[in-house]
């Protein structure tokens, strides 16, 4: 719908504010690059006119969305060390993240 100015959802526990062609990021999921996701975990939508607030969520709209790529984020350095004893450990950390294009926010009738 093209009133539809913003939605607040819910993926695996994280909120996300989108909109229609956004890209977020999220945590990997079953999915495989190109899949197309159907999120029904709607918070809030925002239109022109109101906001559609869920109790606890809005069961009549469905986004759509489309993985396009899978990335890691920047490597995370942790370093450890007990003074005095002679202790020193290195160790990276990249968490990985799927890339979700937004295609479409709809009404279910």
Same mark, same amino acid.
């Given at each position: 719908m093209k009133n539809i100015l913003y939605a607040i959802i819910e993926i695996k526990g994280k909120q996300y504010k989108i909109k229609? &062609?956004? /890209?977020i990021k999220i945590d990997i999921i079953k999915a495989n690059i190109g899949d197309i996701i159907y999120i029904k975990k709607?918070? /809030? #939508? %925002?239109t022109i &006119? %109101? /906001? &559609?607030?869920?109790?606890?969520? #809005?069961k009549n709209y469905i986004i759509i969305s489309k993985i396009i790529k899978k990335k890691k984020y920047?490597? #995370? %350095?942790i370093f450890k060390m007990r003074r005095r004893k002679h202790y020193q450990k290195h160790q990276g950390f990249r968490k990985k993240y799927f890339e979700l294009k937004i295609q479409s926010i709809s009404k279910i009738d």
């Open positions: 229609v &062609n956004d /890209i709607i918070l /809030i #939508i %925002k &006119n %109101k /906001i &559609n607030i869920g109790t606890p969520i #809005i920047k490597k #995370i %350095k």
